[in-house]
């Protein structure tokens, strides 16, 4: 019997030496995902509101094209999360304690309902929530393991930092 749970344990280990690159998932892996999911959620919600609001056809697209970019890398990350067997939803309280990211003020992105100064209001608040972003992936790609979601981490600093450049453009004119 020794010799058998001896064997077993060495199947282990081997196996653990074994496993592929893509299923390495550290607490960053899992933290970034779980955090970049409410993240989503309320820039979709930011640009749906954009979507309906702005008068500038330029700023409409690009809120659009936003909004399903952003539920595509939410449906993405929920299943990295199950594929895990990972809960979708951090610890209350982990924004604090994983770099102090705050989350958009709901207040602020309630009050773009209403804003006598739309365009100008939804611009500074989805580049800073896009900033957001870039500094939650920068985290991920300093401490993350997971190929696949460190490679998502560096597409979304490249396409928010490349959004934030659009909207700044656009509020200048």
């Known amino acids: 019997m020794k010799h ?3 064997a077993l344990a060495l199947a282990m280990v081997a196996a653990c030496g074994t496993a592929k ?3 390495r998932v550290n607490a960053q892996d899992v933290m970034f995902v779980q955090m970049m999911v ?5 820039g979709i919600e930011m640009v749906r509101i954009g979507s309906e609001r702005a008068t500038n056809q330029q700023l409409k697209t690009m809120a659009k094209a936003v909004g399903t970019t952003q539920q595509d890398e939410v449906e993405a990350m929920l299943r990295w999360l199950h594929e895990w067997g990972q809960p979708l939803q951090a610890p209350q309280g982990a924004h604090a304690h994983h770099g102090g990211m705050p989350e958009t003020d709901r207040r602020q992105i309630a009050a773009l ?4 100064h739309f365009e100008r209001d939804f611009i500074n608040l989805l580049v800073a929530h896009q900033d957001d972003a870039v500094q939650m992936a920068a985290a991920e790609l300093y401490g993350g393991a997971n190929p696949t979601v460190k490679d998502y981490a560096r597409r979304v600093q490249e396409s928010r ?3 934030i450049q659009q909207l700044l453009a656009m509020l200048k004119q």
């Open 38 to 42: 409410p993240h989503n959620h309320q």
């Open 113 to 116: 309902k209403t804003s006598r």
């Open 161 to 163: 930092k490349a959004e």
């Open 4 to 6: 058998v749970a001896a």
């Open 21 to 23: 690159a893509e299923d």
